[in-house]
Nanobody, 121 residues
Framework: VQLQASGGGLAQAGGSLRLSCAAS????????MGWFRQAPGKEREFVAR????????NYADSVKGRFTISRDNTKNTVYLQMSSLETEDTAVYYC???????????????WGQGTLVTVSS
């Protein structure tokens, strides 16, 4: 599986961005998908996940109510709609696949290259 993340950029605090992650292959719906982020000098952390068919989602407390994860299995794409952005959301965002339902880094096997989100005050 190859993943291509896009949609990052510069946003003002309070603004919105939508990230996309396009996957190769024809088994996309068999994977749970997750978004993680890594801020400068910090460890990579879980942001959100969505089950293979999109029926279940889960969020980190820090983004709950502000971010929404979704997927379109007909387009092999997962999205992360980010609203009410805060400067603390500045990070490189990564999408990843998992066979098990988990928010742990180690459960994710294929990773995209990351897309940078910078939120200014």
């Amino acid at each position: 599986v190859q993943l291509q993340a896009s949609g990052g950029g510069l946003a003002q605090a309070g603004g919105s961005l939508r990230l996309s992650c396009a996957a190769s292959g024809d088994t996309f719906s068999s994977y749970h998908m997750g978004w993680f982020r890594q801020a400068p000098g910090k460890e990579r952390e879980f942001v959100a996940r969505i089950s293979g068919r999109g029926f279940s989602t889960n969020y980190a407390d820090s983004v709950k109510g502000r971010f929404t994860i979704s997927r379109d299995n007909t387009k092999n794409t997962v999205y992360l709609q980010m609203s009410s952005l805060e400067t603390e959301d500045t990070a490189v965002y990564y999408c990843a696949t998992a066979r098990t339902w988990s928010d742990r880094l180690g459960s994710y096997d294929y990773w995209g290259q990351g897309t940078l989100v910078t939120v200014s005050s």
